[in-house]
């Protein structure tokens, strides 16, 4: 009787798993396959590094600081926005204040003065922020917010050398090309969530039409700024799923914020992200993201505490600057300062 040799190819256990239950050797291999092959991140490589625990964290952060580093430079870019139009949105996303439902104690005002909107735009460019994005709380803008907009980029644009961005909700592929016809550089539009995750937090619009305007903003040729929430509720896992639907749309910035729960809304009660947890959640995106701006964003005050700085060792290489849309972030002297000690040069916009 011939025998079944015990290393014949259906007992021979599989090295990408015996790499998968190692950290340390799944940290190599990712590193190796990131810096040495430049070859991408596959989606279960994310789950696991996403899933590792507290002991194996640093060695994540730096990895992804490595990463930044090979792929993208020193670098680091600063944006401010401006919450233009306050409130009284018709949609239910279940992280915001200013959606009308969740009666949210937040001011709530109309689109701002042209003269308002150019003077925010001007103390960012001072604040040293190369980009500056308009945002309004609306399911999509009407023809006469479009019109308001339109006239606030083309002041700005006389005012200042800074780049315009905007953030007004959900668009027609006739708005999208509006606002590149009008200069308009970048469009923000966060996917928030995962595609499995998204029903849990707005029902009034769905997933495939925050993927559509996305599309469209490419399409008229502005750049894609698109990224979401992470410690909603979500698990690791679909964090991962997150990056990958984000990483479908090639957006050319994402944008990672960390909840921070506003009163009255559904997730008002939820805790925050753990700090670790959150730079987990950072480094893997940076990971995924190897070439692309990743800005730290709103929330990071709150859930990042004192290791603020350690996000961007983490791979963050982009900084949302001051106030957000209803809460205050840090007086913009001291991100700068946080800069400096990091020796992480402020990237410049046109000279």
Not at 84 to 110: L, M, V
Not at 128 to 147: D, K, T
Not at 152 to 168: D, H, M, P, Y
Not at 249 to 254: F, G, N, Q, R, V
Request: aromatic share 4%.
């Amino acid at each position: 009787m011939q025998r079944t040799s015990d290393a014949s190819p259906e007992r021979r256990p599989d090295p990408r798993a015996a790499v998968a239950d190692d950290p340390v050797a799944l940290l190599a291999a990712v590193e190796r396959q990131l810096l040495e092959a430049r070859e991408p991140l596959r989606f279960e490589q994310a789950v696991r590094l996403i899933e590792l625990d507290a002991a194996h964290t640093p060695a994540l952060v730096a990895l992804a600081h490595r990463v930044r580093l090979a792929y993208c430079g020193p670098d680091v870019e600063l944006e401010s926005l401006l919450n233009a139009k306050s409130g009284g949105c018709s949609e239910d996303c279940a992280f915001c204040s200013q959606a009308a439902r969740h009666h949210s104690p937040i001011a709530t005002y109309a689109f701002l003065d042209v003269a308002q909107v150019t003077e925010a735009a001007r103390r960012s460019e001072a604040d040293g922020a190369s980009h500056f994005c308009i945002v309004v709380a609306v399911r999509g803008p009407g023809p006469r917010l479009m019109a308001e907009v339109l006239e606030a980029v083309a002041s700005i644009q006389r005012a200042t050398r800074i780049k315009v961005s905007c953030s007004l909700g959900l668009l027609t592929a006739e708005q999208a090309r509006q606002l590149a016809d009008a200069g308009v550089e970048m469009y923000n539009h966060n996917l928030e969530a995962c595609r499995s995750f998204f029903p849990t937090i707005c029902t009034t619009h769905a997933f495939d039409d925050r993927v559509r305007t996305c599309q469209l903003a490419k399409e008229a040729g502005m750049e894609l700024c698109s990224g979401g929430i992470l410690g909603m509720g979500e698990a690791p896992r679909q964090r991962v799923e997150l990056a990958y639907e984000l990483r479908a749309l090639d957006p050319d910035e994402i944008p990672i914020n960390f909840l921070n729960p506003r009163p009255n809304t559904p997730l008002a009660d939820r805790s925050l992200l753990a700090p670790l947890e959150a730079l987990r959640g950072l480094a893997v995106f940076r990971l995924v993201f190897p070439d692309k701006l990743l800005r730290y964003a709103g929330g990071r005050e709150v859930v990042l505490r004192d290791l603020q700085a350690m996000g961007l060792l983490a791979g963050a290489n982009g900084l949302i600057v001051g106030n957000y849309l209803t809460t205050v972030g840090r007086d913009p002297a001291e991100d700068r300062q946080m800069l400096v000690d990091l020796e992480m040069p402020v990237k410049r916009g046109a000279e």
